[in-house]
Each structure stands twice: as C-alpha cells, then as structure tokens.
C-alpha cells in the first residue's frame, strides 16, 4: 500500500513569506517560497513577489502556505486546513472523493505547473482540503 502525508496548509494573505521565514527561524529545515511568472510557470519567489506557493520541510514536519487570492479573502477559520499529499494517484483521487462527500469540492484535482495535481474541498464538517497527487 502507499503512503502520504498530512500536513498543515495556511493561507496568509499577504504575509506568508514573513510567517514562514518566522517558523522556519523558530523550526529550522527548508523553505521554498515560488511565484507564477505570466503564463502561469511556477519559479523561485524573489523579495516583493506574491507567495503562490510556500513549503517548510523541518525534522519530518511540512507546512504549506500562500498569499492567497486578494479577490478571495478568507473568513476567519477559513484560512487554514489539511494537506495531504502522496504520489499514487489511484488512491489519493479516492481519497479526494471520499472525503468530498457530504461536502463541497472547492476545486477538482488539476495539473498545476509544477507537475503536481492539486484540489480543494470542504468536507462535511467545515474542515478545509488541499489534497495534492505528487509527481513522481
């Protein structure tokens, strides 16, 4: 059987670099932090760049962050959820539609540029999913 991974995701509306430069200093480990260029080409975050996507990989914890959308403000509650990642997509699309039932899909899981497929669901207890089939 294969394996994935649960994991924190926030969105920081604007501040995910501060936030995630403050837990790495607090953690330690690895921060990645990418940005879409204009066709939608995921890349290194350079200063002053949007956060579309920010990883923290610290002693076997990960966090997952972003800026967020400015059209799309997150209620208070909403700005957090679960992250679950793996690379056997069989799987993680049962899990995905498992966990959707009785909820709301927010987003079907999509190729992303970076090779990954991400989605995004409500589940029927109001928690937030990102659930991501890794590329292998």
Do not use: C
């Amino acid at each position: 059987m294969s394996t994935f991974q649960l994991s924190a995701y926030v969105n920081f509306q604007g501040k995910a670099r501060e936030a995630m430069a403050f837990y790495q200093q607090a953690l330690g480990g690895n921060l990645t932090l990418f940005t879409l260029d204009e066709q939608g080409v995921a890349r290194p975050a350079g200063l002053g760049e949007n956060v579309a996507l920010a990883r923290l990989d610290a002693d076997g914890a990960r966090i997952y962050a972003s800026d967020g959308h400015p059209s799309y403000p997150p209620k208070v509650g909403d700005h957090m959820g679960v992250a679950l990642s793996g690379a056997d997509k069989d799987r993680i699309t049962t899990i995905f539609n498992a966990l959707a039932e009785g909820g709301r899909i927010k987003a079907p899981l999509t190729p992303q540029p970076w090779g990954a497929e991400v989605g995004w669901l409500l589940d029927k207890f109001g928690v937030n999913w990102m659930v991501t089939v890794e590329q292998v």
